[in-house]
C-alpha cells in the first residue's frame, strides 16, 4: 500500500474524491492536526518516494507556517492539545500541533526562525543517545546538542522522548523497551531541568497489533508519560489514545493546498487504508509463521 500511496495518489485523493467527501463528513468534529517534521533543510530526497520523505525546504516550511498564522492557526503542545480535545467546546478549533522527530541541528537555523516569526510553540523529540555536548550524526544529519536544546527550551520550544538508541521496540524485549523509553526520559529531565511526559515512537507504528499496544502502554505510563504520538496518519480526536496519537506527515510536497486539504481532513482516509494494509500484513505474516 505505502508503494502505491508513494505515487501521489494521496496528494489526488486528498484534494479531490475521497478527500473531499472526508473533509464533507468531519465538518463539526472536533479535532487537533498534530504535524510530523523531521528534517527542515534543502535536501535532495529524489531518490526517494515521495510519501517516504522527511525533508521539508527552508521556503516550504515558511510558506506552510504563513499559510497556518494567515488562517489564524495557534500551536499548542501535545498535552495542551489532549487537554483542549478532553474539555471539548470551541476552543479546539484552529489549534495545531506542531513536532519534529530526531533533533536534527537544522532546526535551530531554518525551522526555529520561521516559528518565531508566528509565535508557535513545537515540540521536539530526541533520540537521546544522538544528542551530546558536541554535534553527532544520526540518519546522516547533524543533531543539536544539549546546549541548543536548552536554548530553545527558554525559548518555548518543548522536548520530548524518542528513545535513546532509536530502535523498532516492535523487536525489542520489554525489558528493554522499558530501558529505552525510561532512560531517555530520564536524561532529557537531568538535562533541562524540567518534566517530561510525552513520547514519540520511532518508525512505522504497529498499530494492529494490540497485545503490544497494551504492552507498550502499560511501560509509557510506568515510566511517567501522559501524552504520545506515532506514524498513525489523521487527525487527534476524543476517541484518540492520548499515547498513540495521530500526525499527519508533512514535507516539501506540502504546498499550501495539500496542508490545508491535510488540515481540514481530507487526508484522513490516507490513514483508513494504512490501517487495512497493516492488518492486512500482519495475518499474512501471522498465516505464514503458522505453516
Ligand atoms: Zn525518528
Known amino acids: 500500500m505505502e508503494a502505491t500511496v508513494s505515487l501521489r495518489l494521496d496528494r489526488a485523493g486528498a484534494l479531490y474524491i475521497p478527500g473531499q467527501l472526508f473533509r464533507w463528513l468531519s465538518v463539526g468534529d472536533r479535532r487537533i492536526p498534530i504535524l510530523m517534521y523531521h528534517s527542515v533543510a534543502d535536501e535532495d530526497e529524489s531518490a526517494l518516494p515521495q510519501y517516504y520523505r522527511i525533508a521539508t525546504t527552508p521556503s516550504q516550511f515558511l510558506n506552510q507556517m504563513t499559510w497556518l498564522h494567515g488562517q489564524g492557526y495557534q500551536a499548542v503542545s501535545v498535552g495542551s492539545a489532549v487537554r483542549l480535545l478532553q ?144 506514524t498513525r496518519i489523521g487527525r487527534a480526536g476524543l476517541e484518540s489514545d492520548p499515547l498513540f496519537l495521530e500526525r499527519l506527515p508533512v514535507n516539501s510536497a506540502d504546498d499550501p493546498a495539500l496542508l490545508e486539504a491535510k488540515m481540514a481532513g481530507a487526508y484522513d482516509w490516507v490513514g483508513g487504508l494504512q490501517w487495512l494494509a497493516k492488518r492486512i500484513r500482519r495475518s499474512r505474516t501471522k498465516a505464514c509463521t503458522q505453516k
Open 87 to 230: 474539555t471539548g467546546g470551541s476552543s479546539a478549533e484552529k489549534m495545531v500541533v506542531i513536532t519534529f522527530d530526531d533533533g536534527y541541528l537544522n532546526f535551530c537555523q531554518y525551522a526555529y526562525p520561521a516559528l518565531e516569526r508566528f509565535g508557535f510553540t513545537a515540540t521536539i523529540f530526541l533520540p537521546t543517545a544522538s544528542i551530546a555536548d558536541r554535534p553527532l550524526i544520526f540518519n546522516r544529519r547533524m543533531c543539536m546538542t544539549w546546549g541548543d536544546v536548552r536554548d530553545l527550551q527558554r525559548q518555548g520550544i518543548s522536548f520530548g522522548s524518542h528513545t535513546v538508541s532509536h530502535p523498532q521496540l516492535y523487536a525489542l524485549d520489554r525489558e528493554r523497551i522499558r530501558e529505552e523509553v525510561l532512560r531517555s526520559r530520564q536524561t532529557i529531565e537531568d538535562e533541562t531541568g524540567s518534566a517530561v511526559d510525552s513520547f514519540a515512537y520511532p518508525y512505522a507504528f504497529p498499530q494492529t497489533d494490540k497485545p503490544f499496544k497494551a504492552m507498550l502502554r502499560k511501560i509509557l505510563e510506568e515510566c511517567g508519560y501522559r501524552y504520545g504520538v506515532c
